[in-house]
């Protein structure tokens, strides 16, 4: 995450807000295409931990040779896509046509990304959790210079091609880690596994890439409009809010996925899981009711620290935009189920209403109401309140889910206090500095018990071990 600050700090001071705006374009295509490619991801990685744990590396080196030859056809055919029609994709994105040799350059990254994200998801499922952390952080610390060097050398094509030598340094560390630890997959000894296994990888591949495809498209989409409507600096506007939530909410993602996820993949009984989703509801609202209320109050001295003051623009945005975080947060919670109850179904439509939402409310703002930026975020948030509204009515349907720990009460009070600083912040900056701790400290006092800080403790340990 830090790493993630700097990187962005850098940017706003090379190259300003339209120059983030360009380069949040490319990002979003490279998120699109990690959702796509390799096909399989998530499969691969269930089968990787499998088979590894059990000694099995024939078959793990049948599964990486097999996607491998079925995701190359697909990623040179996207190189080539982007050679042939750079000029037509710069015009599309950007307006204009100057920015067609970025797409050359980011072309050659579209292979290599397929081979590093082979290289991460193997080293995941060996689950070397030493020879994981180290791989991560060389491969991190290395990527961070090289893009610097390129970045203040050649400016935007040098953040491109930095892509690429990311990709680079990644398969050439994961080689050396592996190879050093007797870890490498031999591709002269394979092992055919069944059908059957090689489908459950593809569908569960297939379902993933297509609900972060959705997402990216979505975003792309958005970035286009507002490039074209209102200009490349209000794109570069809209990075830095995004930016500023996406990097606070990997947090509780990450809490999810090590923690919560397979704790309930456990349970045997509805009641169970009830009980855990009202623990980790209860948690939530511990850690974010605080995180976003500093956020908000403290906003324009975290654009500055984080950005410039050229994107002080942002500030307001946050509004929408930090109260959109707080109603997805809770909604992702109300779904924490489906993944391992496997309501697949109901997820991607809950994702599709979602993302339709999204794009109808912000392109009627912004072409028929005219409200310029602030409509991506109050779209944003909007379509956060319905998905929310959708995962718990499910939920209540799905496990007969009620509220426990006086998580209602907690709920009300948390918004109530949230909205209270929000309200006050945004039309009276200085008063929101010195109303800010008498809030948090009368929200403290309602919400939080003992035993509650005993539960976040213990959680967020099983993060870090993890």
């Not at 080539?80 to 050359?104: A, P, T």
């Not at 630890?181 to 059908?195: A, P, Q, R, S, Y």
């Not at 996406?246 to 947090?251: H, Q």
Request: glycine fraction near 6%; proline fraction near 2%; hydrophobic fraction near 55%.
């Amino acid at each position: 995450m830090l790493l993630s600050i700097a990187r962005t700090k850098i940017i706003a001071i090379s190259i300003g807000v339209t120059g983030l705006g360009v380069l949040s374009q490319f990002y979003n295509i490279s998120g699109l295409l990690s959702a796509i490619i390799p096909i399989g991801t998530m499969g691969l990685l269930k089968y990787f931990s499998e088979y590894t744990a059990e000694k099995e590396y024939s078959k793990v080196a049948y599964l990486l040779k097999l996607f491998t030859w079925l995701n190359l056809p697909i990623v040179l055919l996207i190189s080539v896509i982007l050679l042939v029609y750079s000029n037509e994709l710069s015009i599309f994105l950007f307006k204009d046509s100057s920015y067609s040799y970025c797409f050359v350059f980011y072309a050659i990254a579209v292979p290599l990304s397929m081979f590093a994200s082979l290289t991460d998801t193997y080293f995941r499922g060996i689950r070397d959790v030493k020879k994981y952390v180290l791989y991560s952080i060389l491969n991190s610390t290395l990527s961070f210079i090289f893009f610097i060097w390129l970045l203040l050398t050649y400016g935007i094509i040098g953040a491109i091609v930095s892509i690429s030598i990311s990709c680079i340094v990644g398969i050439t560390i994961g080689y050396l880690i592996l190879k050093k630890n007797g870890k490498l997959v031999n591709f002269k000894e394979v092992k055919k596994i069944d059908n059957g296994t090689v489908k459950i990888i593809v569908k569960l591949g297939l379902v993933m890439m297509l609900l972060v495809a959705i997402q990216q498209l979505v975003f792309l989409f958005i970035r286009s409009v507002l490039a074209t409507n209102l200009g490349l600096h209000e794109v570069g506007i809209f990075q830095s809010v995004y930016g500023i939530s996406n990097n606070y909410f990997a947090l509780f993602l990450g809490v999810l996925g090590t923690y919560s996820i397979p704790l309930i993949s456990t349970h045997k009984a509805k009641t169970e899981t009830v009980e855990e989703i009202n623990r980790t509801l209860k948690l939530l609202l511990l850690v974010y009711t605080p995180l976003v209320m500093v956020c908000f109050s403290l906003r324009y001295i975290i654009i500055a620290i984080f950005y410039t003051s050229d994107f002080f623009q942002a500030a307001d945005i946050l509004f929408y935009q930090l109260l959109g975080d707080f109603t997805k947060a809770i909604s992702w919670v109300f779904g924490l189920w489906l993944i391992p109850y496997f309501k697949t179904t109901f997820l991607m439509i809950f994702e599709i209403i979602n993302n339709l939402v999204f794009v109808i409310i912000f392109y009627y703002l912004l072409i028929f109401k005219n409200y310029g930026i602030e409509s991506v975020s109050i779209a944003y948030l909007a379509a956060f309140i319905i998905h929310m509204i959708l995962n718990f009515y499910y939920l209540r349907a799905g496990l007969s889910f009620t509220f426990m720990n006086n998580n209602l009460k907690s709920i009300s009070i948390s918004c109530t206090a949230i909205l209270c600083i929000f309200l006050i912040s945004k039309y009276y900056i200085v008063l929101g500095y010195v109303l800010l701790p008498f809030v948090m400290l009368i929200w403290l006092t309602l919400v939080i018990k003992k035993n509650d800080l005993l539960q976040l403790k213990s959680m967020f340990l099983a993060y870090v071990k993890k």
